[in-house]
């Protein structure tokens, strides 16, 4: 059984002479929504008595029909603004729903690319980020589930969320391999593979929190060479924990561990 330590030097190995590409398909993935992030939020605030309407973008305010803010509208005007804020957030949603898509398709795609990366069987490509856009639907399905499921499990305490997150850890690397799955049959599978092994996961996690430190003294420009680090080393993680790993037989032959 491999530990942390190992998973870092298979990632290593894996990233040499390949640095470029995988920085490059790192923050391409993070642009495009394959991270965590939600993105900026655009809020809509009416108050109780129906008077004031604010319109948000993250912390910034960018118009308010408040009496005492700097910029206020004749009382005619107010009606045409809450319209017109209304069809922004439709507007914004729409772009959202797109975005999430978008994110969940090259989620699939970017641990594919990681898996190529520590097979070493050939340089991995940019373009495989967008491989998986004929099963966007599978891949979207999966990620509101797991996020829903995540949410819902954290109501109980942030420790049962804290689990279930790592239970469905594998997910995209499961759909990057089987895409005829379900999204439900891959989320399955990725809480019995992680059965036994959430906690070795999370020690492979924080291993990397003295290069956390370290990226976050150079303001974030580090993170651009330490998170695909920290993918390569869970790409080998679940070479192992899945039984997938690329091998070279005794006479010569090349596959999969289990083939």
């Known amino acids: 059984m491999r530990y942390a ?8 190995e894996a990233l040499r002479g390949r640095w470029g590409i995988a920085v490059i398909a790192g923050v391409v993935a993070s642009l495009l929504g394959a991270a965590a992030s939600i993105g900026p939020k655009l809020e809509l605030n009416i108050s109780d008595s129906g008077k004031n309407v604010n319109l948000n973008l993250g912390d910034v305010q960018l118009f308010t029909t408040a009496e005492t803010a700097h910029f206020t509208f004749f009382p005619g005007f107010k009606g045409l603004i809450v319209g017109g804020a209304a069809l922004v957030l439709l507007a914004a949603l729409a772009v959202g729903v797109l975005y999430f898509i978008l994110g969940s398709v090259v989620a699939v795609g970017y641990s594919g690319f990681n898996l190529d990366l520590v097979d070493g069987q050939k340089t991995p490509e940019i373009g495989s980020l967008f491989n998986y856009f004929p099963h966007w639907k599978t891949t979207a399905a999966a990620r509101f589930l797991r996020g829903l499921w995540v949410f819902l499990w954290s109501l109980l305490f942030i420790i049962p969320g804290i689990i ?12 990057a391999e089987h895409p005829e799955l379900t999204a439900r049959e891959a989320l399955q ?4 593979m992680m059965y036994g092994n959430r906690w070795r996961l999370f020690c492979l996690e924080f291993s990397f929190i003295g290069w ?3 990226a976050s003294l150079t303001l974030g420009v580090g993170g651009l060479w330490l998170n695909p680090y920290k993918k390569a080393a869970e790409a080998a993680f679940y070479r192992e924990i899945s039984g997938t790993e690329y091998v070279v037989g005794g006479n010569g032959s090349e596959g999969f561990a289990g083939e």
Not at 6 to 11: S, T
Not at 164 to 175: K, N, Q, R, V, W
Not at 189 to 192: A, D, H, I, L, R
Request: hydrophobic residues 35%.
């Open 5 to 12: 330590y190992d998973f870092r030097k298979i990632a290593r």
């Open 164 to 175: 279930a997150g790592y239970s469905y850890a594998m997910t995209e690397y499961i759909l």
């Open 189 to 192: 599978q990725s809480k019995e």
């Open 212 to 214: 956390d430190l370290l």
